[in-house]
């Protein structure tokens, strides 16, 4: 809403408090203003002149000199070059020394040899939005209505000596879409009284009764609940008075005619639409409100035809729908310069209808903006009078008597108790009786004391949302000044502030990964079909089910919720690599979406995730080393770190697996150890080298792991064991396997066949080489022994190496390497 | 003898002065005190001395081997320090070369910002609750005071799966869930970090994905001063002991009052700069005190209890904070953008 600051002047003095001053104590006090324009963005000396003759420029086709009377005295010669420029015409002149918007100063000129003394100017000269204007005043010099007195700075016959504050509003304060909400308000804030219009009393009484003329009927009261219409007989359409265009263009609505500007500027001074029908073309004199009928048709005042359906609200008359109740026109019952009768409209429509029908048709309006934040029913009928009374003035109509209605003005105030006790112990504050007291009459509420420090609190009927005596609390509180409430600490039991067990593990796990060189991600968790689709297996236990979808989409790529994470992380490594960081290490941690439902009846199942991913180098080259390739070690080895750190080596296992995406010889499932079993918690390998080609990468590990399960089996106890007193016994081995033999698998049953004295088993070479046979391997490992409580002997050793190669002869058909 | 002896020393000491390698040194050693040197050579004779001239002739022959031995140690001294400099010049290495620096990787601004927030919060006593980020109509508006066809829906237009169910599009249904699982008991503490969406084209300002930190308490008498209490210790454990807030009344169907918070501009002090728009302030939080009904649907008595919430933009604080200008690249993850957030 844009407020013109001389407008507001006609309700309250508004002396002492400039436009910039007002805009902070509005703000402060709850309405936000975003800035404070004025209307004058730099016009001087420009003054209103009459275009006394014109002659043709004897050198130029296109321009022509003039006469102007500018009341300086003597007429001034003003060469101009506007096409609508002619004589008796009286338009906005610049006179030598006058300035213009942009710093344009006006001198005595020579325009192809003939003498300017000034400037003929158009409304955007003067820096007016011409947007508003009609074709003819935006092409040409802005023209100014007849009786404008000659000489008068044309900053106060446009009204340019005017702030607009810029309202931005909460939907809690509807009642400030009408400038007499405003006044209300600043009345509020400041303590002074208001004078207000009252347009009953200036009717006359023209002896001849609407309903005479006109009936009205409601056929759905619950979307309108009151319908109030005028009879005016005779008005002669024409333009409206330069003031009210004023400050129409200064609230940004554009002046089309005196009748049609009167509807708009009650609307705007009253918060109320209104609409006028050309009353000839009503039949039947009857109106009557109802929902639209299947396949019904309205051609609304934009010329374009509307497809109707029956949630939508009509005003219809005996034989046609005239008009969408609330949010436009129909071009059937328009207003034109033939226009002799009005019906005047002044309703009170449901806002939710008017919203849901004004964005079906993309059809919003300053009307319908309002019906959406529902009017104010105590001025519906005061709105009428208003533009009645206007349309008697400016339009020389004669009002006949009486309203026509239907429905009920009046509804049920909203009456709320409080207590002063309540309110300051709600805001903490020591506000006293009388301030309190002050307050409700700044904001014009009616109160009636029910006991010594308590009040029966009538709310007007403008202002909405009133329902608890928060809402009243709140009143006091921004009256009162949000800075004058003291900052104290919560008083009661001290609390303690803690992470949760997983919450903690998620900070343990980033903290331990960047340590480790990857940087976390972060990636949007509404993604493209085709990317949710990439590893099924990764699928959560859901296997098969569809992503899902966004029931209204923004666009392809982001039009389903993220089912697995590592997609995202491919997309950010090619990102990485498009811009030459070739090295790239990320991770994230985020939820998944899953949900067996093909039409969602209950919340999908949201798992948190991580997802790792290395490609390029691991450790760049430098002066002094060769880069290290990542490889798929590195992947795992930082899992390990993890899984170390979270006391689950010994329970997490890894097995070679083919999902669909990976590479077929270079993934692991990994599984996890639980109390009720082994579950299944993701994978690490590297990608398929047709998806890795498909993004653009080289070789690119990856991993995906459930958290959940982490979070139920992580042990986080320490135990101290005691340091090792005897010494160990080191036996290296070297053996010949089949190549299809995992190393794991030697180490864990080396560990079974060693028995108590093993301490340690790991491997620390592999080899292959022609020397071996193609499909042979030599796994070198290294064990070590040793007893709590004494020194081992050789042959103990011995004896337990012995079991090992025997076991691994056994199993593997292994040959010890000499 | 004792003339020999004497010559002895004359001459091992003057050859022992031509002397220029440690080898060299090594021989003369050998020559003059070895078991076959000239010194044991003359020693030899010792037999054939009387009873009386031997311990004389003894002491001489001790003080020529000390004499010699003196200087031979002084010599091989010499030497030896000449070796290790010699040594040490030879491992000279070029120390302005690049260190070898450890791989690095560094969580994500937001997730950085996030922590500090909840660090400030846990260390205030609050829990850190969080909540699905796909909700139902009713946790994420109706029990938060929006009933359907409420206007102010239209603040935050929302990505719907079907009728019922959508993303969230706010952070506090947590606050609901979190006082539903209190079930009553006071007092409630919590902040709800977390993802949210709005049907917002991005821009360098939005994002349809961003996130939140939202906070609730409830009480048996809590007061709005305490909210302002609360949220001036948040601001100065962020921005410093010198930061101020400033509450403006505004709108939110879930509190009652409401206000805006701007804090002292950080950038400026509060003097004004391009960052605040010359105000001197910044506006980063919403907040007010738990709407009855809000109370009601989390389980509690509105007439026994009273509440504060108030709420933040984790991506705003970022910017803020670190002068980015682009939301876009939190989601980007170049890591040229993600390096830049090391230091503590």
Request: with cysteine; hydrophobic share 40%.
């Given at each position: 809403?844009?407020?013109?600051?001389k407008?507001?002047q006609?309700?309250?003095?508004?002396?002492?408090?400039?436009?910039?001053k007002?805009?902070?104590?509005?703000?402060?006090?709850g309405i936000e203003?975003?800035s404070?324009?004025?209307?004058?963005?730099?016009v001087?000396?420009?003054?209103?002149?009459?275009?006394?003759?014109?002659?043709k420029?004897?050198?130029a086709?296109?321009l022509?000199?003039?006469?102007?009377?500018?009341?300086t005295g003597?007429?001034l010669?003003i060469?101009?070059?506007?096409?609508?420029v002619?004589?008796?015409l009286?338009?906005?002149?610049?006179?030598?020394?006058?300035?213009?918007?942009g710093?344009?100063k006006i001198?005595?000129?020579?325009?192809?040899g003939?003498?300017s003394?000034?400037m003929l100017?158009s409304?955007k000269e003067?820096?007016?939005n011409?947007k508003?204007?009609?074709?003819?005043?935006?092409?040409?010099l802005?023209?100014l209505?007849?009786?404008?007195?000659?000489g008068r700075?044309?900053l106060?016959?446009?009204?340019?000596?005017?702030s607009?504050l810029e309202?931005?509003l909460?939907?809690?304060?509807?009642?400030?879409?009408?400038m007499?909400g405003?006044?209300?308000e600043?009345?509020?804030l400041?303590g002074?009284?208001?004078?207000l219009?009252?347009?009953?009393?200036e009717l006359?009484?023209s002896?001849?009764?609407?309903?005479?003329?006109?009936?009205?009927?409601?056929?759905?009261?619950e979307?309108c609940a009151h319908?109030?219409?005028?009879?005016?007989?005779?008005?002669?359409?024409?333009?409206?008075?330069?003031w009210?265009q004023?400050?129409?263009?200064a609230?940004?609505?554009?002046?089309?005619?005196?009748?049609v500007?009167?509807?708009n500027?009650?609307?705007?001074?009253?918060?109320?639409p209104l609409h006028?029908?050309?009353?000839a073309k009503?039949?039947?004199?009857?109106?009557?409100?109802?929902?639209a009928?299947?396949g019904e048709?309205?051609?609304?005042l934009?010329?374009?035809?509307?497809?109707l359906e029956p949630?939508?609200?009509l005003i219809?008359d005996?034989?046609?729908?005239i008009?969408l109740?609330?949010?436009?026109?129909?071009?059937?019952?328009e207003v034109?310069d033939?226009t002799?009768?009005?019906?005047?409209?002044?309703?009170?429509?449901?806002?939710?209808?008017?919203?849901?029908?004004?964005?079906?048709l993309?059809?919003?309006?300053?009307?319908s903006?309002?019906?959406?934040?529902?009017?104010?029913?105590?001025?519906?009928?005061e709105?009428l009078d208003?533009?009645?009374?206007?349309?008697?003035?400016?339009a020389?109509?004669?009002v006949?008597?009486g309203?026509?209605?239907?429905?009920?003005a009046n509804?049920?105030?909203?009456?709320?108790?409080i207590?002063?006790e309540?309110i300051?112990k709600f805001?903490?504050?020591?506000?006293?009786?009388?301030?309190?007291?002050?307050?409700?009459?700044?904001l014009?509420?009616?109160t009636?004391?029910?006991?010594?420090e308590?009040?029966?609190?009538?709310?007007?009927?403008?202002?909405?949302?009133?329902n608890?005596?928060v809402d009243?609390?709140e009143e006091?509180?921004?009256?009162?000044?949000?800075?004058?409430?003291p900052?104290t600490?919560?008083?009661?039991?001290?609390?303690?502030?803690?992470?949760?067990?997983?919450q903690t593990?998620r900070?343990?796990?980033?903290?331990l990964?960047?340590?480790?060189g990857v940087?976390?991600?972060?990636c949007y968790n509404?993604?493209?079909?085709?990317?949710?689709?990439l590893f099924?297996n990764l699928?959560?236990?859901?296997?098969g089910?569809?992503?899902?979808?966004?029931?209204?989409?923004?666009?392809?790529?982001?039009?389903v919720?993220?089912?697995v994470?590592?997609p995202?992380?491919?997309?950010?490594?090619?990102?990485n690599?498009a811009?030459?960081?070739n090295?790239?290490?990320?991770?994230e941690i985020?939820?998944?979406f899953h949900?067996?439902?093909?039409?969602l009846?209950?919340?999908?199942s949201?798992?948190?995730?991580?997802?790792?991913?290395?490609?390029g180098?691991?450790?760049?080259?430098?002066?002094?080393?060769?880069?290290v390739?990542?490889?798929?070690y590195?992947?795992k080895?930082?899992l390990d770190?993890?899984?170390?750190r979270?006391?689950?080596?010994?329970?997490?296992?890894?097995?070679?697996a083919?999902?669909?995406?990976?590479h077929?010889?270079?993934?692991?499932?990994?599984?996890?150890?639980?109390?009720n079993?082994s579950?299944?918690?993701?994978?690490v390998?590297?990608l398929?080298?047709?998806?890795?080609?498909?993004?653009d990468?080289?070789?690119t590990f990856?991993?995906?792991?459930?958290?959940?399960?982490?979070?139920?089996?992580?042990?986080?106890?320490?135990?101290y064991?005691?340091l090792p007193r005897?010494p160990s016994?080191?036996?290296?081995?070297?053996?010949?396997v089949?190549?299809?033999v995992?190393?794991?698998?030697?180490?864990?049953?080396?560990?079974?066949?060693?028995?108590?004295?093993?301490?340690?088993?790991?491997?620390?070479?592999v080899y292959?080489?022609?020397?071996l046979?193609?499909?042979?391997?030599?796994?070198?490992l290294s064990?070590v022994y040793r007893?709590p409580?004494?020194?081992?002997?050789?042959?103990e050793?011995?004896?337990?190496?012995?079991r090992?190669l025997?076991?691994?002869?056994?199993?593997?058909?292994?040959?010890l390497?000499? | 003898?004792?003339?020999r002896l004497?010559?002895?020393?004359?001459?091992?000491?003057?050859r022992?002065?031509?002397v220029?390698?440690?080898?060299q040194l090594?021989e003369?050693?050998?020559?003059?005190?070895?078991?076959?040197?000239?010194?044991?050579?003359?020693?030899?004779?010792?037999?054939?001395?009387?009873?009386?001239?031997?311990?004389?002739?003894g002491?001489?022959?001790?003080d020529?081997?000390a004499?010699i031995?003196?200087v031979?140690a002084?010599?091989?001294e010499?030497?030896d320090?000449?070796?290790?400099?010699?040594?040490l010049?030879?491992e000279?290495i070029?120390v302005?070369?690049?260190?070898?620096?450890?791989?690095?990787?560094?969580?994500?601004?937001l997730t950085?910002?996030?922590?500090?927030?909840?660090?400030?919060f846990?260390?205030m006593?609050y829990?850190?609750?969080?909540?699905p980020?796909?909700?139902?109509?009713?946790?994420?508006?109706?029990?938060l005071?929006?009933?359907?066809?409420?206007?102010?829906r239209?603040?935050?237009d929302s990505?719907?799966l079907?009728?019922?169910?959508?993303?969230?599009?706010?952070t506090s249904?947590?606050?609901?869930?979190?006082?539903?699982?209190a079930?009553?008991?006071?007092?409630?503490?919590v902040?709800c970090?977390?993802k949210?969406y709005?049907?917002?084209?991005?821009?360098?300002?939005?994002?349809?994905m961003f996130?939140q930190?939202?906070?609730?308490v409830?009480?048996?008498?809590i007061?709005?001063s305490?909210?302002k209490?609360?949220?001036?210790?948040?601001?100065?454990a962020?921005?410093?002991?010198?930061?101020?807030?400033?509450?403006?009344?505004s709108?939110f169907p879930?509190?009652?009052p409401s206000?805006?918070v701007?804090?002292t501009c950080?950038?400026c002090?509060?003097?004004?700069?391009?960052?605040?728009?010359?105000?001197?302030?910044?506006?980063?939080?919403?907040?007010?005190?738990?709407?009855?009904?809000?109370l009601?649907?989390?389980?509690?008595?509105p007439?026994?209890?009273?509440?504060f919430?108030?709420?933040?933009?984790?991506?705003?604080?970022?910017?803020?904070?670190?002068d980015?200008?682009d939301?876009?690249h939190?989601?980007?993850?170049d890591?040229?953008?993600?390096g830049?957030?090391?230091?503590?």
């Amino acid at each position: 809403m844009n407020v013109s600051y001389k407008w507001l002047q006609d309700y309250i003095d508004l002396s002492g408090i400039e436009p910039a001053k007002l805009a902070e104590m509005m703000t402060r006090g709850g309405i936000e203003i975003d800035s404070v324009p004025s209307r004058n963005l730099g016009v001087t000396q420009v003054v209103a002149g009459l275009v006394k003759t014109k002659e043709k420029h004897p050198d130029a086709d296109k321009l022509s000199v003039c006469t102007v009377d500018a009341g300086t005295g003597e007429d001034l010669q003003i060469v101009c070059g506007a096409p609508n420029v002619a004589a008796g015409l009286k338009v906005p002149v610049a006179i030598i020394g006058a300035e213009l918007p942009g710093g344009f100063k006006i001198k005595r000129a020579k325009l192809r040899g003939v003498e300017s003394q000034g400037m003929l100017c158009s409304a955007k000269e003067l820096g007016i939005n011409d947007k508003l204007l009609p074709k003819e005043q935006q092409e040409g010099l802005y023209i100014l209505p007849a009786d404008t007195e000659i000489g008068r700075d044309i900053l106060e016959v446009l009204a340019l000596d005017d702030s607009i504050l810029e309202l931005d509003l909460t939907p809690n304060r509807s009642d400030c879409l009408s400038m007499l909400g405003v006044a209300y308000e600043t009345s509020a804030l400041t303590g002074r009284p208001l004078t207000l219009p009252n347009p009953a009393m200036e009717l006359v009484s023209s002896g001849e009764w609407a309903a005479d003329r006109l009936k009205v009927s409601i056929g759905n009261p619950e979307l309108c609940a009151h319908y109030s219409a005028r009879y005016i007989r005779g008005v002669k359409i024409g333009p409206s008075p330069l003031w009210m265009q004023n400050r129409l263009i200064a609230a940004g609505v554009r002046p089309i005619s005196n009748i049609v500007d009167i509807t708009n500027y009650v609307m705007l001074e009253y918060g109320q639409p209104l609409h006028a029908f050309d009353a000839a073309k009503v039949a039947g004199g009857a109106i009557h409100v109802r929902p639209a009928r299947e396949g019904e048709i309205l051609v609304t005042l934009d010329g374009k035809e509307r497809n109707l359906e029956p949630h939508m609200l009509l005003i219809t008359d005996a034989e046609k729908p005239i008009a969408l109740a609330g949010v436009m026109g129909g071009l059937n019952s328009e207003v034109t310069d033939d226009t002799v009768d009005i019906i005047l409209e002044s309703a009170r429509f449901d806002g939710g209808s008017v919203r849901r029908t004004s964005r079906q048709l993309g059809l919003r309006s300053e009307a319908s903006a309002r019906f959406e934040k529902e009017v104010d029913p105590g001025r519906v009928l005061e709105a009428l009078d208003r533009a009645a009374v206007l349309m008697a003035k400016y339009a020389g109509g004669e009002v006949l008597d009486g309203v026509v209605e239907a429905g009920a003005a009046n509804v049920e105030p909203v009456v709320l108790k409080i207590g002063l006790e309540r309110i300051n112990k709600f805001l903490g504050t020591e506000i006293s009786l009388s301030e309190v007291e002050t307050i409700w009459s700044r904001l014009g509420f009616h109160t009636v004391k029910t006991a010594d420090e308590e009040w029966q609190v009538t709310v007007p009927s403008r202002r909405n949302g009133f329902n608890h005596d928060v809402d009243l609390i709140e009143e006091v509180a921004r009256l009162h000044g949000y800075d004058e409430i003291p900052t104290t600490l919560i008083e009661g039991p001290t609390t303690i502030g803690a992470l949760t067990k997983s919450q903690t593990i998620r900070r343990e796990l980033r903290k331990l990964l960047s340590s480790a060189g990857v940087y976390e991600a972060i990636c949007y968790n509404v993604v493209s079909p085709a990317r949710a689709a990439l590893f099924p297996n990764l699928n959560g236990s859901l296997e098969g089910a569809k992503p899902i979808p966004l029931a209204m989409p923004m666009s392809e790529e982001r039009s389903v919720l993220r089912t697995v994470l590592l997609p995202s992380l491919l997309e950010a490594a090619a990102y990485n690599q498009a811009r030459k960081t070739n090295d790239v290490a990320l991770f994230e941690i985020a939820n998944v979406f899953h949900s067996a439902e093909t039409t969602l009846t209950k919340l999908p199942s949201e798992k948190t995730r991580l997802a790792l991913l290395l490609t390029g180098n691991r450790a760049a080259s430098a002066w002094n080393r060769a880069a290290v390739k990542a490889d798929f070690y590195d992947a795992k080895g930082i899992l390990d770190l993890l899984f170390e750190r979270f006391g689950l080596t010994d329970r997490i296992s890894y097995k070679a697996a083919q999902p669909e995406n990976f590479h077929p010889g270079r993934t692991a499932e990994l599984t996890l150890e639980l109390a009720n079993g082994s579950r299944s918690i993701g994978y690490v390998g590297q990608l398929h080298p047709d998806l890795q080609r498909e993004f653009d990468l080289g070789d690119t590990f990856v991993a995906e792991l459930e958290l959940a399960e982490l979070y139920e089996a992580v042990d986080a106890t320490i135990k101290y064991r005691t340091l090792p007193r005897y010494p160990s016994v080191a036996r290296d081995l070297a053996v010949v396997v089949g190549t299809e033999v995992a190393g794991g698998a030697l180490v864990a049953a080396i560990k079974e066949a060693a028995g108590e004295l093993l301490e340690s088993a790991e491997v620390f070479d592999v080899y292959t080489g022609e020397r071996l046979g193609a499909d042979k391997k030599s796994v070198a490992l290294s064990t070590v022994y040793r007893h709590p409580e004494r020194t081992l002997t050789d042959e103990e050793v011995t004896e337990a190496h012995n079991r090992v190669l025997t076991k691994l002869e056994q199993s593997f058909g292994a040959e010890l390497r000499k | 003898m004792k003339e020999r002896l004497e010559g002895l020393r004359g001459e091992a000491l003057e050859r022992l002065k031509e002397v220029s390698d440690p080898n060299q040194l090594n021989e003369l050693k050998v020559h003059y005190l070895g078991k076959k040197g000239q010194l044991t050579e003359i020693l030899r004779g010792m037999g054939a001395l009387s009873a009386e001239e031997r311990p004389l002739i003894g002491q001489v022959a001790n003080d020529v081997r000390a004499a010699i031995e003196a200087v031979i140690a002084e010599k091989q001294e010499a030497f030896d320090r000449e070796e290790t400099a010699r040594r040490l010049r030879s491992e000279t290495i070029d120390v302005t070369l690049p260190g070898k620096k450890p791989s690095e990787g560094l969580i994500h601004p937001l997730t950085k910002v996030t922590q500090e927030i909840e660090d400030i919060f846990i260390g205030m006593g609050y829990q850190v609750a969080e909540g699905p980020e796909v909700e139902t109509d009713f946790y994420n508006f109706e029990a938060l005071n929006l009933p359907k066809n409420h206007p102010a829906r239209d603040m935050q237009d929302s990505f719907y799966l079907t009728d019922d169910i959508l993303l969230r599009t706010h952070t506090s249904p947590v606050q609901i869930r979190a006082m539903r699982a209190a079930n009553g008991q006071t007092p409630l503490k919590v902040i709800c970090p977390g993802k949210v969406y709005r049907r917002d084209d991005d821009d360098a300002t939005h994002s349809f994905m961003f996130h939140q930190i939202e906070g609730i308490v409830v009480g048996p008498n809590i007061r709005m001063s305490d909210l302002k209490g609360t949220l001036l210790q948040f601001v100065q454990a962020m921005y410093g002991p010198e930061t101020q807030i400033r509450l403006r009344p505004s709108f939110f169907p879930f509190t009652e009052p409401s206000a805006e918070v701007d804090v002292t501009c950080a950038q400026c002090g509060g003097h004004g700069c391009r960052m605040c728009k010359h105000t001197g302030w910044i506006e980063i939080l919403g907040c007010g005190m738990v709407h009855p009904k809000v109370l009601e649907y989390g389980g509690y008595d509105p007439k026994e209890v009273t509440g504060f919430a108030f709420g933040m933009g984790v991506e705003r604080i970022a910017l803020l904070k670190y002068d980015i200008d682009d939301i876009r690249h939190f989601y980007n993850n170049d890591i040229r953008f993600l390096g830049q957030f090391a230091r503590m």
